[in-house]
């Protein structure tokens, strides 16, 4: 399995934060951000992993990040000069993923570091695997509609959302993600959505649905934010 992280995004809810520092850079208590992904990708056993990136921030990222060593982490980098979606950067990685399954980790996500994904990892097999949280404020995020445990859609960003959960930014797909990811129109806002691609798995009955119990944010307002660096703050007292 290889890994990509998805690390691209402008940032735009953090400003003016991210007019001076990219947001996957941005400080979670006493590290960066993208910091975080690496470290948990690192303790799956996965070795390969493909970083995401705009062009304004190549150089430093080589400087932070490098070859990935100091992680035990093989790390390259894909530069996205034209964000079109979660779905769309997963297929600009197609000849680096061919005949792997891949997991997708967006940058901005934070979790505790009592959420162990590693069996996830080791007991994939195919289709997809996908994680929810209980949330306050669904209706930011990707939402499943139930039937128990069991995953009947996805809906993204619902003005009236079907449950209290949350599509969190971590995903494990098998090798026919880019296939499918070929077959996706664009939403309405122009993007290639993850959830549209969860939905072919789902609606394949091959989707495997994992409930959170510890910390996440997903770090992409000043709230969210704030909330991930105290929980390591006071992690760390």
Same mark, same amino acid.
């Given at each position: ?38 470290? *948990? ?78 069996? *996830? ?27 128990g445990s069991k995953v009947l859609k996805i809906t993204e960003k619902p003005e009236n959302p079907d449950s209290d959960y949350a599509c969190v930014g971590l995903y494990i797909f098998d090798t026919k993600a880019c296939e499918y990811i070929k077959t996706l129109e664009p939403s309405a ?32 307002? %000043?709230?969210?934010? %704030? ?11």
């Amino acid at each position: 399995m290889k890994a990509i992280i998805l690390a691209g995004g402008n940032g735009t809810r953090l400003r003016p934060l991210t007019n001076c520092l990219h947001k996957s850079i941005l400080p979670i208590f006493n590290k960066p951000m993208i910091f975080y992904s690496l470290e *948990a990708i690192a303790k799956t056993g996965i070795k390969d992993v493909i970083i995401i990136i705009s062009p304004i921030v190549v150089s430093t990222y080589l400087k932070l990040v490098g070859s990935g060593a100091r992680f035990g982490l093989n790390v390259s980098f894909k530069v996205q000069e034209n964000p079109m979606g979660i779905s769309h950067a997963i297929l600009e990685c197609e000849s680096e993923i061919k005949g792997h399954n891949v997991l997708v980790y967006l940058s901005d996500n934070i979790f505790g570091p009592d959420f162990d994904f590693s069996p *996830a990892v080791a007991n994939f097999n195919e289709g997809c695997e996908l994680f929810f949280k209980k949330v306050p404020d669904p209706q930011r995020f990707g939402v499943p509609t139930l039937d128990g445990s069991k995953v009947l859609k996805i809906t993204e960003k619902p003005e009236n959302p079907d449950s209290d959960y949350a599509c969190v930014g971590l995903y494990i797909f098998d090798t026919k993600a880019c296939e499918y990811i070929k077959t996706l129109e664009p939403s309405a806002r122009g993007e290639y959505e993850v959830t549209d691609l969860n939905n072919i798995y789902i609606q394949d009955g091959a989707a495997k649905a994992n409930f959170l119990d510890a910390f996440w944010s997903d770090a992409g307002t %000043h709230d969210s934010l %704030h909330e991930a660096n105290e929980y390591f703050y006071n992690l760390n007292k």
